[in-house]
């Protein structure tokens, strides 16, 4: 089962268990609402307090890890675009023959590299074109110091730096791509809304049916949501939240190498 499947499958239960979990704190809540006193309400509402500040702190933390994750990932696959284009431009300070087969390495690198890309969710034939493209970079480093050699230093100086800007921002794109929200602090953060909605069912306990219903409803459609915005900006070629048009800067880059 793909991840986007399964979360598509893990949102709704999640947020049935937190319907559920709000109308069985109701239960309890009703059923010793005449048992606790003016005292014992207050120290509840104090746990309470606490345990929803507690989540809030970690979605807030947990959301702007995620966020800013997912502008790095766009931000750095621009900035590899960039690298290739100038690269590829700096490759015609290389005389020939050596700059025909350098241009001919750098195409096939580019190609190989969008399809690593491509192939994700994939993480398989992810890792296995990356590994392939990686090896055409080195092939492509090599080629270019021996087509430099022999030339003036300022064609070294001019060629060089982009191949290896190019080289060092893969690297960069590549670990952005494994980086996610830990699985631990992704199931605390659901344990915790779990108990969360324990906790507000059993406050609710007294309201007015409506009232209840609504509070309960907005309550775990609301967190449900955030959640799983926080799982989509974590894999953003895999949901709603994507960076497609990102990737499009690297396969425009690539087309122009004719």
């Given at each position: 089962?793909?991840?986007?499947s399964?979360?598509?499958?893990?949102?709704?239960?999640?947020?049935?268990a937190?319907?559920v979990?709000?109308?069985?704190g109701?239960?309890?809540?009703?059923?010793?609402?005449?048992?606790?006193?003016?005292s014992?309400?207050m120290?509840l509402?104090?746990?309470?307090?606490?345990?929803?500040g507690?989540?809030?702190?970690?979605?807030?933390?947990?959301?702007?890890?995620?966020s800013?994750r997912?502008?790095l990932?766009?931000?750095?696959?621009v900035?590899?675009?960039?690298?290739?284009?100038?690269?590829?431009?700096?490759?015609?300070?290389?005389?020939?023959?050596?700059?025909?087969?350098l241009?001919?390495?750098?195409?096939?690198?580019?190609?190989?590299?969008v399809?690593?890309?491509?192939?994700l969710?994939?993480?398989?034939?992810?890792?296995a074109?990356?590994?392939?493209?990686?090896?055409?970079?080195?092939?492509?480093?090599?080629?270019?110091?021996a087509?430099?050699?022999?030339?003036?230093p300022?064609?070294?100086?001019?060629?060089?730096?982009?191949i290896?800007?190019?080289?060092?921002?893969?690297?960069?794109r590549e670990?952005?791509?494994?980086?996610?929200?830990?699985?631990?602090?992704?199931?605390?953060?659901?344990v915790?809304?779990?108990?969360?909605?324990?906790?507000?069912?059993?406050?609710l306990?007294?309201?007015?049916?409506?009232?209840?219903?609504?509070?309960?409803?907005?309550?775990?459609?609301v967190?449900?949501?955030?959640?799983?915005i926080?799982?989509?900006?974590?894999?953003p070629?895999m949901?709603?939240?994507?960076?497609?048009?990102?990737?499009q800067?690297?396969?425009?880059?690539?087309?122009a190498?004719k």
């Open positions: 089962m793909s991840y986007l399964l979360t598509y499958l893990i949102v709704p239960v999640f947020l049935v937190m319907l979990l709000m109308g069985i109701h239960r309890v809540g009703t059923h010793r609402i005449h048992e606790d006193t003016e014992v309400r120290g509402v104090s746990v309470e307090t606490a345990v929803f507690v989540l809030g702190l970690i979605l807030a933390f947990t959301y702007s890890g995620a800013t997912f502008q990932r766009r931000t750095v696959a900035q590899e675009a960039n690298a290739a284009g100038t690269a590829w431009l700096r490759l015609d300070l290389v005389a020939q023959p050596a700059q025909a087969d241009k001919e390495k750098m195409r096939r690198y580019g190609r190989v590299h399809a690593a890309y491509e192939a969710p994939d993480y398989a034939g992810f890792h074109r990356l590994a392939q493209a990686k090896s055409m970079q080195a092939q492509i480093w090599v080629a270019a110091v087509a430099v050699r022999d030339a003036p300022a064609a070294a100086q001019l060629v060089l730096p982009p290896n800007d190019l080289i060092d921002v893969t690297g960069a670990a952005l791509a494994e980086v996610h929200t830990p699985g631990a602090i992704v199931t605390l953060l659901m915790l809304a779990m108990a969360c909605s324990f906790l507000a069912g059993y406050g306990a007294g309201a007015k049916p409506t009232s209840r219903r609504l509070h309960m409803v907005g309550f775990a459609v967190l449900t949501g955030v959640i799983y926080v799982l989509d900006y974590d894999h070629r949901g709603l939240i994507r960076v497609d048009f990102a990737d800067a690297l396969e425009s880059a690539v087309a190498m």
